[in-house]
């Protein structure tokens, strides 16, 4: 069949609409017709080559919701009719790490960045027959899309899928920056730094492990008055301007918990987000930065080990996608938690370099893709 999809040509670059050519489901393999989905900071790293995929033409994309319209041989679980979210970690279920409970870290990671499906090849073609890769084995930059069983998980059909579609990336990976990698307790003082659409979960996520005091961080004014409306006691525009208000809460002791959320995460920002903490205090690295950017300055060894100290790295919020999605669902369904609230502005697909330059320039919280 053919699809309209965003497709990268070059890094860095500008994502192209154009038809492209989809496979039939094969084994174990399901179509979906795409609903929505959110427009995470991760594909545009893509877009200008902070993040770099091994093969190109490839389609982005990895915070999608759509329903099933086929399913291949061999996929349990699934029918046509049903609603699904993507997980740009296909959890096999058998590793080492989904026997420990840790679906985020299933080595079927180490292909999110290589293109080609789990068999080593494509579902999607141009016309004149090239492939075409997909962003996370997923590609949710498309009308129409195969994905792998493994990567989706279905959910109840009463959750409107253009804001459910959120919890397939930000709203985990902020939420539990919060609650399972930072560990916030009741009566904490919590930074977050970058309060975008993972940041604002972050925001959200300390909310209900019951922090005392959450100081926003972030240079864009509205997103510092949006964070208040999520939950934020205070804000301001850089770690430098917040940090006295931080000394101020803590006997100068610094933050129990600082969460890095900014769209693009330097090592100068990990120093500043280090000095934040206090003794045994913890750092959540969450936001990503240049996987060429090496060495961390200013971090030193001796008070990293005498003051006891914790730098934790945060992948999906430290959760297994299959426990998180339903659960931050129900939190949606009881009033608990905010998606609605989250999505700031919809476009259409032909309108995605539009969306992203609205993320990069601070108008959105998260933008969603609406296909239908």
């Given amino acids: 069949m053919k699809t309209n999809a965003a497709v990268l040509h070059r890094a860095p670059g500008e994502w192209n609409v154009e038809e492209l050519e989809l496979d039939e489901p094969r084994r174990g393999e399901v179509l979906v017709e795409m ?13 200008h080559g902070d993040a770099q995929v091994a093969y190109l033409p490839v389609v982005g994309g990895h915070e999608g919701a759509g329903i099933v319209r086929a ?61 075409v890769g997909t962003v996370s084995l997923l590609g949710t930059f498309s009308e129409w899309q195969v994905y792998d069983q493994l990567s989706l998980i279905k959910i109840d059909e009463d959750i409107p899928l253009d804001v459910a579609c959120l919890v397939a990336c930000g709203v985990q990976t ?54 208040l409306e999520f939950g934020a006691t205070e804000s301001f ?7 006295p208000r931080i000394q101020a809460l803590t006997n100068g002791q610094g933050a129990d918990v600082t969460i890095l959320a900014a769209g693009l995460v330097h090592n100068e920002l990990i120093t500043e987000g280090y000095h934040s903490i206090r003794k045994a205090g913890t750092l959540v690295v969450t936001g990503v930065g240049p996987d060429q950017e090496d060495g961390l300055h200013g971090i030193n060894a001796f008070t990293l080990a005498m003051f006891q100290k914790r730098i934790q790295g945060a992948l999906y919020g430290m959760k297994s996608p299959r426990e998180a999605m339903p659960n931050l669902l129900n939190l949606y369904r009881t009033g608990k ?3 609605d609230e989250l999505v700031t502005k919809t476009y259409s697909l032909d309108q995605i370099n539009t969306a992203y330059d609205d993320m990069r320039n601070g108008h959105n919280i998260r933008g969603v893709i609406r296909f239908r």
Avoid at 38 to 45: A, E, K, M, V
Avoid at 188 to 212: L, T
């Fill in 337 to 339: 938690l905010k998606l």
């Fill in 71 to 131: 399913v291949g041989p061999e996929v349990h679980g699934l029918e046509v009719g049903d609603h699904v979210l993507t997980s740009f970690i296909p959890g096999c279920g058998k590793c080492r790490w989904c026997a420990m409970g840790m679906q985020n870290l299933c080595n079927n990671g180490a292909l999110i960045m290589v293109g080609h499906q789990m068999d080593g090849t494509f579902r999607m073609h141009t016309k004149d027959g090239t492939d």
């Fill in 174 to 227: 902020g939420y539990g920056s919060a609650s399972t990698a930072g560990n916030v307790q009741p009566g904490d003082v919590v930074v977050v730094a970058g309060v975008g659409g993972i940041g604002m979960n972050a925001v959200q996520g300390a909310v209900a492990c019951g922090a005392a005091h959450i100081i926003a961080v972030d240079p864009v004014a509205d997103k510092q008055k949006w964070a």
């Fill in 237 to 243: 525009p850089s770690m430098s301007e917040a940090l």
């Fill in 35 to 47: 609903v929505a989905t959110g427009l995470c900071h991760s594909d545009d790293h893509v877009s």
